[in-house]
């Protein structure tokens, strides 16, 4: 089966939002997928990428 997706700034413009909280607003409503910005996770401490990874 296909995975569902949303893109987070359909929520949010600012590209440096908290992710925690749109991964659980994705998964929340049902999507498997959650598509960001890749740009701003290069400033993300290792172990916040970690628990992102969670």
Same mark, same amino acid.
């Given at each position: $089966?296909?995975?569902?997706?949303?893109? $987070?700034? /359909?929520? #949010? !413009?600012?590209?440096?939002?908290?992710? !925690? !909280?749109?991964i659980?607003?994705?998964?929340?409503?049902? /999507?498997?997928?959650? #598509?960001?910005?890749a740009?701003? *996770? *290069?400033?993300l401490?290792?172990?916040? %990428?970690? #628990? %992102?990874?969670?």
């Amino acid at each position: $089966m296909n995975k569902l997706g949303i893109f $987070m700034n /359909f929520w #949010e !413009k600012n590209w440096d939002a908290d992710h !925690k !909280k749109y991964i659980a607003k994705a998964a929340k409503l049902g /999507f498997d997928v959650l #598509e960001f910005q890749a740009q701003p *996770l *290069l400033n993300l401490s290792n172990d916040y %990428l970690r #628990e %992102l990874k969670k």
